[in-house]
């Protein structure tokens, strides 16, 4: 009798605390994302997927985003990714790798059937894997994809014609696959460890037919290899050997990085694969503070390069940029190269109140007060009741 009791009380404890957990404050919960339904006709199913929107999207609704499409995405990847992206565009903490990534995580009903080129149940020496029955229709999923998901994207989310798939194992196949049948479906490609062996590489001997002809691919391409020696050494030859022909393809512009990750297996190169994948990819991206607070003028070529090596229309991001400046002016006491650099932000956002508030503090730094008033009277004009620019112009003006 004592030991029910016990129960019940522990019960009762328990229902009390997951009560007070769901009443909790909505500001209280950390929320990475959202999942959604989709019908495909072309699947003739549902599939669910998640999106991760990153942190200036609600606050900059003029702007849009590259997206990257995370195959395998259950919530594990999905977190996974969106913990990475997060982390690697940090403008605040002078973090900023790469673009600001919407992430569509796609959930599996069957990988095996969706990520496979071919029907086939080989593997490597065997040619007798029942699991492997249903495969074949990549094709299929990579038609969902481009004719289904993302028109549901593009219409509900803000984006550029650029997007980017991730993909593991066979999901890395997948991206080979969409790379070799439908080049213009993706601009860049994060594969990790992709299935070499697929129907006795299937995808190196196809890779040859096309890649030797192709000279008009626009694409970013990283590739990682784990560590499967052990395993089988045809995995890292046949890993290899395709990134050659990327490496003798004459498209102008193409770009393949290989990385091999000697210390990790099949399973355990995910996380790294994905950090050193997406610094790869968006290299040209990366804005260098000790660059700009030696030279601000290499601003002046950003957008130019992003355009030429991302593809991208892009500027140099107003947060960071800013951030950079003030390290100028305060932490490295240089005043004329904060200005500079506080001048090329006006230049890019031009309908900024805090660029041109930031200016105003650099032209007060350098005893500059009639171009610190310019500054101020610009944000009156975009702000009529600004506050806090009165308030300062009336100080410059006493």
């Not at 549902?46 to 195959?71: D, F, I, M």
């Not at 512009?253 to 994948?277: C, Q, S």
């Amino acid at each position: 009798m004592i030991k029910q009791i016990r129960t019940i009380a522990l019960i009762l404890v328990a229902l009390v605390l997951s009560i007070k957990a769901f009443t909790q404050p909505s500001d209280s919960l950390i929320v990475i994302g959202q999942r959604h339904t989709i019908h495909s006709a072309i699947l003739k199913e549902n599939r669910t997927y998640s999106v991760y929107l990153p942190e200036s999207y609600q606050r900059n609704p003029g702007k849009s985003y590259v997206v990257a499409y995370v195959l395998d995405g259950e919530r594990i990847k999905f977190l996974e990714v969106a913990g990475i992206a997060q982390s690697m565009h940090s403008a605040m903490n002078l973090k900023l790798q790469i673009p600001e990534l919407i992430l569509v995580s796609i959930e599996n009903i069957d990988r095996t059937r969706d990520f496979t080129p071919t029907n086939s149940t080989n593997y490597l020496d065997r040619d007798d894997i029942a699991a492997f029955k249903t495969s074949g229709k990549a094709t299929n999923f990579m038609q969902f994809i481009e004719k289904e998901l993302m028109p549901e994207i593009n219409k509900n989310y803000r984006t550029v014609p650029q997007s980017m798939i991730i993909g593991h194992s066979a999901g890395g196949l997948f991206g080979l696959h969409c790379l070799l049948e439908n080049p213009d479906l993706f601009s860049y490609y994060l594969l990790i460890d992709p299935a070499w062996f697929w129907d006795r590489n299937y995808i190196g001997k196809r890779g040859k037919e096309i890649l030797a002809k192709k000279k008009d691919l626009k694409a970013r391409i990283f590739i990682a290899l784990a560590n499967n020696l052990q395993d089988d050494k045809r995995h890292y030859e046949w890993g290899q050997e395709f990134y050659q022909l990327l490496k003798e393809n004459k498209s102008p512009d193409l770009y393949a990085d290989l990385k091999y990750f000697d210390d990790e297996k099949h399973l355990t190169v995910t996380v790294p694969a994905t950090y050193y994948g997406l610094r790869s990819i968006f290299r040209p991206f990366e804005i260098d503070l000790n660059e700009v607070t030696k030279d601000p003028g290499v601003l002046a070529n950003y957008s130019a390069t992003m355009k030429k090596e991302l593809f991208l229309d892009t500027k140099p991001d107003e947060r960071f940029v800013n951030t950079i400046g003030y390290v100028a002016l305060h932490d490295r006491q240089l005043p004329d190269i904060a200005v500079s650099i506080f001048e090329i932000n006006t230049k890019n956002y031009p309908e900024s109140l805090n660029v041109w508030d930031s200016l105003a503090d650099a032209y007060l730094a350098k005893g500059y007060k009639d171009k610190a008033r310019k500054c101020y009277e610009t944000i009156l004009k975009l702000s009529p009741g600004n506050s806090q620019a009165k308030k300062k112009l009336e100080a410059l003006n006493k």
